[in-house]
């Protein structure tokens, strides 16, 4: 079965090794092939836009995904993952189902389950600033001094 894609106009998307960029109009695809990477520009992370220890991990986990060899990012995804469960213990159920996801093959899952860590971590960092108001004043301060 196909998958249907609609395009906003200038939007990209990977599919396979490839980028395509659509033109200034609309436009619909239909995408038939089995164990394509496919992801949208809004799913996409960039190294400069990987700027937390979660979206680091999103972003090991997208470069598995598209990769034709996920393994090289193994030790990478690794990595990070102990360093985030040591920091937050509590992270471990969503590092788990990456995990899983991972060593299932199931990387398309993998990548949302970390999605799911990414807003994990924000919801963490919000109850942090509600609590520690000066934390916030401080982060402010040093913003309008540069």
């Known amino acids: 079965m196909a998958l249907k894609v609609e395009l906003k106009p200038h939007e990209r998307i990977i599919v396979g090794n490839s980028v395509i960029t659509n033109t200034d109009q609309r436009a619909r695809l239909l995408i038939d092939g089995e164990n394509v990477p496919i992801l949208r520009e ?6 400069e836009t990987a700027n937390t220890p979660a979206k680091l991990v999103y972003l ?21 993952v102990r360093d985030i469960v040591t920091a937050v213990p509590s992270s471990w159920p969503i590092i788990e189902a990456i995990n899983n996801n991972i060593l299932n093959g199931d ?9 799911k860590l990414i807003a994990y971590e924000e919801k963490l960092r919000g109850q942090y600033e509600a609590t520690h108001p000066k934390a916030e004043a401080d982060k402010d301060d040093v913003s309008t001094a540069a």
Do not use: E, W
């Open 42 to 47: 809004r799913d996409i992370l960039t190294p």
């Open 60 to 80: 090991a986990v997208q470069l598995m995904y598209i990769s034709p060899d996920p393994q090289t990012q193994h030790g990478t995804y690794f990595n990070l």
């Open 107 to 115: 990387l398309y899952r993998a990548l949302k389950d970390a999605r």
